[in-house]
């Protein structure tokens, strides 16, 4: 399942090596509010870096899946995350580069707008 949602870096945390071939970061987000929600993400493996250029305070943007696992009759849930991106400046991490000022496809020499059912007429 994949999710997103915003919110201000609060904290971010220094990558832990669980084992020899496994590493977590964890980082934490505000949501503002009447009553301030913190939200604890974690980073696995190779994506232990994808924080690394944020600073506290900065607006970001997290896609994540929601994880879950027993042990011991014990339940425990990760929200994972797979991608970081700034929402002020749009810089998108895993390139490192601006994101595109993306605009309405058009059709007809931009006559036109495309619509979702221009689209619909894939095989599968």
């Known amino acids: 399942m994949a999710f997103e949602t915003e919110g201000v ?3 971010k945390f220094d990558t832990e090596n669980k084992t020899d071939t496994f590493q977590a970061r964890e980082f934490v ?3 503002e509010g009447n009553y301030p929600q913190y939200i ?3 980073l696995t493996q190779d994506r232990c870096d994808l924080i690394t250029p944020f600073e506290e305070g900065d607006k970001i943007k997290v896609s994540f ?3 879950g696992r027993e042990w011991n009759e014990k339940y425990f849930t990760n929200l994972n995350a797979w991608k970081i991106d700034k929402v002020d400046g749009q810089v998108d991490n895993a390139s ?3 994101a595109a000022n993306l605009e309405p496809l058009t059709a007809n020499n931009g006559n036109e707008e495309l ?3 221009d689209f619909d007429d894939l095989p599968f």
């Open 29 to 31: 987000i505000k949501h």
């Open 115 to 117: 619509q979702a059912e």
């Open 96 to 98: 490192g580069t601006p």
């Open 40 to 42: 604890k993400f974690q």
């Open 65 to 67: 899946d929601l994880r």
């Open 9 to 11: 870096l609060h904290k």
